[in-house]
């Protein structure tokens, strides 16, 4: 006896005969083409709802976004080494030996890093550093021209051993920046964020770290913050 027609969600008698030669249609096709053994968990693609056909352009756009998503290797790390004298002068600018003022004043206050060309290495840049020695007679505020020696429209690395002042004392201790800019290309900033993690291993020991992507995050309140909060009463001699 049909039902009658028109009703949501009821079938019809028809209806019902034709749900079950469809499903034992697609039994038969299944039983062919996988023997016992080696029968799916889910129904061969002809035998699928064709929801997925009717929307091939999201199809599409979800493959392409597959396509452009990191690999967990190529994340973890670029493959770029660090050169030699780069962990020559984190150790020297880390272990204060007893010198001569001569030497003393031949030692680095700050020292950027950079890329090679080839973008395999990272290597001392060269011309950018500032010498203890230059404190107070070529450089009246060391860490402002620190500041200035970082190019607006690429990305750095950078060790700056920081003076301050505490509310007990007088401490100095070594930061490591990595500077990436706004301005920076895209794949400039890929490769030093990626790359970082190589750098900083070479650098054992730094306590303190800073990203800075401006101007902005080289205030004196933003680096005593990163030095020790409301400890630090002041920076390279000025109050913050």
Request: with cysteine.
């Amino acid at each position: 006896m049909r039902t009658e027609p028109g009703v949501r969600g009821v079938a019809t008698q028809g209806s019902h005969h034709s749900n079950r030669f469809l499903l034992r249609a697609r039994r038969t096709v299944t039983s062919a083409a996988f023997p016992p053994g080696s029968r799916p968990r889910r129904f061969p693609s002809c035998c699928r709802s064709p929801r997925r056909a009717q929307h091939p352009r999201g199809e599409a756009a979800a493959r392409t976004a597959l396509r452009h998503l990191p690999c967990p290797a190529d994340a973890m790390a670029s493959g770029v080494q660090v050169a030699d004298e780069v962990c020559r002068i984190f150790y020297d600018m880390k272990v204060r030996k007893c010198s001569t003022p001569e030497e003393i004043k031949k030692r680095k206050k700050a020292v950027i890093f950079c890329l090679s060309p080839d973008k395999k290495c990272i290597i001392v840049e060269e011309g950018k550093e500032i010498l203890v020695g230059d404190v107070g007679v070529t450089v009246t505020d060391p860490f402002k021209h620190f500041v200035q020696m970082l190019p607006e429209k690429d990305c750095r690395y950078a060790l700056y051993d920081a003076s301050f002042e505490t509310k007990e004392s007088k401490k100095e201790e070594l930061m490591f920046f990595l500077w990436a800019p706004e301005q920076a290309p895209l794949k400039s900033k890929m490769i030093y964020a990626s790359s970082k993690d190589a750098i900083k291993k070479k650098f054992q020991g730094i306590k303190h770290e800073c990203q800075a992507n401006g101007p902005e995050d080289l205030n004196r309140a933003c680096i005593a913050e990163k030095l020790g909060g409301s400890l630090v009463v002041a920076f390279e001699g000025s109050p913050v």
